[in-house]
């Protein structure tokens, strides 16, 4: 299986974007889910988490993310979400969804790009 995201595109600093994920099989409400994203040359680092009952926590690393990133989820309809404001240049990237320890293919993921 081959995840999907969708929901990236072009925007400018500050602008917003909402990213989704569908995943299918009835195993994905039993799953903690992540966002990925990855620039050319580095490696890929996770982003933000959401666990099945929908506590989340967002990595440190991904340059202040916490307060301008949003990830949620529905299990009724197999999606896990990532809204984006306050969008800086820095966030530019393919963003990814994949379970938590990653358990499907990464798909081609979304491009979002911020220019200043």
């Known amino acids: 299986v081959q995840l999907q995201a969708s929901g990236g595109g072009l925007v400018q600093a500050g602008g917003s974007l909402s990213l989704s994920c569908a995943v299918p099989g009835r195993i994905f409400r039993f799953k903690t889910m992540g966002w990925y994203r990855q620039v050319p040359g580095k490696e890929r680092e996770l982003v933000a988490t959401?666990?099945?009952?929908?506590?989340?926590?967002?990595?440190d690393s991904a340059d202040s993310v916490k307060a301008r990133f949003t990830i949620s989820r529905d299990n009724a309809k197999n999606t896990v979400y990532l809204q984006m404001n306050s969008l800086k240049p820095e966030d530019t990237a393919v963003y990814y969804c994949?379970?938590?320890?990653?358990?499907?293919?990464w798909g081609r993921g979304t491009q979002v790009t911020v220019s200043s």
């Open positions: 959401i666990t099945s009952g929908g506590s989340t926590n967002y990595a």
């Open positions: 994949n379970a938590i320890p990653t358990m499907w293919s």
